[in-house]
């Protein structure tokens, strides 16, 4: 019998409990069951929109700029937000997109100032 090696990718950091979530005029503040406190403006949250109408305009740089713009020309307000089972959170906004459903571990990517796709790309479908 011969034996393959594999290479085990490396568990990603645990993601910590959110354990309180406060609405600002601008930017929501984030408080982790560790400890950690962060900031995400709801900009930077609606261009995170994963959203099969949102997320495909990331793709290359023209359309993510155009979908960047739309956005800051959207007057500041502060999103209604409800519970998506127990692996996420919806933003409800008096205009612009409100169709993306955010994920706990995407929601704290982009509390850590990372990107939220990975570097990759929107690809419709779960094929």
Partial sequence: MV???YEVPLMADE???????ERG???MSLTYANGDQHTVSYDDLR???PCAKCAPMRNNDDTNRTL???IES????????RTVG??????EWKQGCSSGIFRFERIYDLAMKRDP???RQYVHGAW
């Fill in 3 to 5: 034996w393959k090696s």
């Fill in 15 to 21: 993601l910590p409990k959110m354990t309180k979530l």
């Fill in 25 to 27: 005029t601008t930017e």
């Fill in 47 to 49: 261009h995170a929109c």
């Fill in 68 to 70: 960047r713009r739309q």
């Fill in 74 to 81: 959207l007057p500041a307000e502060k999103p209604q937000v």
């Fill in 86 to 91: 127990n692996y996420a959170l919806g933003f």
């Fill in 117 to 119: 796709d990975g570097g």
